[in-house]
């Protein structure tokens, strides 16, 4: 069973958000290299959605806490930030 967490943040100005896209771009497949798949998607122009799906429960906690220490250390741009989780239920990607 497959596992989401997705994450709002919300920035303090545009420029944060940007600059923070930047770095996660880069970061984020060797921070958390135990997710599935890897989504960020800006929402507006100081604000993202991250979407990271997990093969389980024990994982995505992993993750989760990687993801939180990587915020915490770059809080100074942020807003706030929420995130939600639950089961995938459907996975599709279309074959190119």
Not at 12 to 17: H, K, M, Y
Not at 39 to 61: F, G, M, Q, R, W
């Amino acid at each position: 069973m497959s596992v989401a967490r997705i994450r709002m943040v919300n920035f303090s100005s545009e420029e944060e958000a940007q600059s923070f896209q930047e770095k996660y771009i880069y970061d984020a497949p060797e921070l958390i290299p135990e997710a599935e798949q890897l989504l960020l998607i800006n929402t507006s122009p100081d604000s993202v959605l991250s979407v990271a799906i997990y093969p389980d429960d024990k994982i995505a906690e992993i993750g989760l806490n990687k993801i939180d220490a990587y915020l915490k250390d770059r809080s100074q741009g942020i807003k706030d930030s929420f995130h939600l989780e639950g089961e995938v239920t459907l996975k599709h990607c279309h074959p190119h």
